[in-house]
């Protein structure tokens, strides 16, 4: 037992003399000069291109590196204050100055000091002192030659100093000073870090010239600091913004749709007029900015949308309204109790708004009922007619025959009215009578566009019938045609078979 402690205490005086002599030689390699023995200089060891040891004053200079440091950061350290270090620590010369400063290099093996020796006539923390120099020409070079203005006052709002820009700008404002003052005076109760727009009228009083500046005050110990920067282009763009809306406005003022516009948020941004005038919603309600179902339940308050049977109905549909009209499907046609009908449009726009378009077609619907009424009264006239009558248009596209000529011919009205030509026409009626040159003519005076005046033809069908054939130019360069029986066959033969189609 005592031998095993007697060999303990052996191996652990070894390992302490052992970290002993590792320092003792770390400390020789920061210690040791090449040529010059002066505790205040800077030794930096490399182990290749690795930092494994350095003065104290070196690590402050680093910023923060992500591993261990290395020779290119070092290099980008120093470089303020000595611009000439290589790139690559292998291609170091062995005695660089930059001005004052002197750099030494010694090697052994794998292992590179470098020692930054202190420049004559300056204190002990002179590598602090060299780096904030340094950096500070470097700041004021750009603080100088900065694009916006920047200037001082001091704590009696005197000028101090400003920048290349500020001094450009005030040539044509009476000088520093006094613009410096100007500026003062424009933003006095400005806080803080707040931001104010100047507008900075030209000199020769053109409006084109005036220029306008964005300035920030920052209150410091030794008085104030203007920042301004120039908002020429977004004065600009504002104001082409705002002649566009106004423009859209005036737009949707004179528009005869009513419109109502509702953002991602489903709350009502934009109406016009029109949407006032048709809905007799209040305007006070709309400048609220109601939600889009608040919007919805007022109109069917004022009965301007059909009344649903239930509201748990309504609640349904309006949440598949908004959803179809998300997604350009929304369009529907609403007849009210009043006799109004309203053609509504849903249509989504950007970042999730949804447009309804209100359009008044009461008066288009009135006008299609009337047309149709008056469609089916012509229709009803000529099939009542003994003879079989056709219209053809000027394109030679029937358009309009009555009962006699689908009996007469066999066929459907309705069905061949859209399909039918006069071409095909004249082929189907030519094989029921015997030859005549009737056909071709006709033809051509049912597409002609000259003047044209009526005529007819005597036709004999193939079963001995005598028919006739009246042509009449009508309105619009349509054209009428009839088909009759003579005078004599119509006193013996009351009745009017259809005409039997044997191939010509």
Not at 85 to 109: H, I, K, V, W, Y
Not at 393 to 417: F, H, K, M, R
């Amino acid at each position: 037992m005592d031998s095993f402690m007697i060999e303990a205490v052996v191996v652990g005086l070894a390992c302490a003399a052992l970290v002993a002599s590792t320092m003792v030689l770390s400390r020789r390699m920061l210690t040791q000069d090449v040529g010059v023995q002066d505790q205040s200089n800077v030794t930096m060891v490399f182990h290749g291109d690795v930092l494994i040891d350095a003065d104290d004053r070196v690590w402050p200079l680093l910023s923060e590196p992500r591993g261990a440091p290395t020779w290119d950061d070092i290099r980008l350290a120093l470089r303020p204050m000595v611009p000439e270090l290589p790139d690559q620590l292998c291609t170091f010369e062995r005695g660089t100055r930059s001005s004052e400063l002197m750099l030494a290099m010694s090697q052994n093996d794998e292992t590179t000091r470098i020692v930054l020796q202190r420049p004559p006539a300056t204190d002990d923390d002179w590598l602090a002192t060299m780096q904030t120099n340094a950096f500070g020409a470097w700041m004021k070079s750009a603080v100088a030659h900065a694009p916006d203005l920047i200037w001082c006052l001091n704590k009696e709002s005197d000028f101090v100093w400003g920048n290349n820009s500020f001094t450009q700008q005030a040539a044509t404002h009476g000088g520093p000073s006094a613009f410096a003052e100007k500026i003062r005076q424009e933003v006095i109760e400005l806080e803080d870090q707040r931001v104010k727009r100047v507008k900075l009228t030209s000199p020769d009083g053109r409006p084109s010239k005036d220029r306008w500046l964005e300035v920030t005050v920052k209150q410091t110990d030794t008085g104030l600091i203007y920042y301004a920067s120039g908002i020429d282009a977004v004065i600009q763009a504002e104001s082409a913004q705002q002649t566009f809306v106004q423009t859209l406005s005036k737009t949707f003022a004179n528009l005869t749709t009513g419109l109502a516009i509702f953002d991602r948020d489903r709350r009502l941004v934009l109406f016009n007029p029109a949407l006032v005038d048709l809905s007799r919603v209040p305007i006070e309600f709309l400048s609220a900015r109601p939600a889009m179902f608040e919007f919805f339940d007022k109109l069917r308050d004022y009965q301007i949308m059909p009344e649903p049977k239930s509201y748990d109905d309504w609640r349904e549909r309006m949440a598949k309204l908004v959803a179809a009209a998300s997604d350009d499907r929304f369009r529907e046609t609403w007849t009210l109790s009043s006799g109004q009908t309203f053609d509504v449009t849903g249509q989504p726009y950007p970042d999730g708004a949804i447009a309804f378009l209100f359009n008044d077609i009461s008066a288009e619907v009135s006008l299609t009922r009337g047309l149709r009424t008056e469609l089916d009264v012509l229709q009803s006239v000529i099939d009542t007619m003994e003879d079989a009558v056709a219209v053809f248009d000027s394109q030679g596209i029937l358009t309009v025959c009555n009962t006699a000529y689908g009996s007469l011919w066999n066929v459907d009205p309705e069905a061949c009215i859209p399909e039918t030509t006069i071409v095909e026409a004249t082929q189907s009626w030519k094989s029921a009578f015997h030859p005549s040159p009737v056909w071709p003519e006709l033809r051509d005076f049912v597409t002609r566009s000259t003047e044209r005046v009526s005529w007819d033809s005597e036709l004999r069908s193939k079963d001995g019938r005598e028919a006739v054939c009246r042509i009449d130019p009508i309105c619009h360069g349509a054209t009428l045609i009839r088909f009759c029986h003579s005078s004599k066959q119509r006193d013996t033969q009351p009745e009017v078979d259809g005409l039997q189609i044997v191939s010509a």
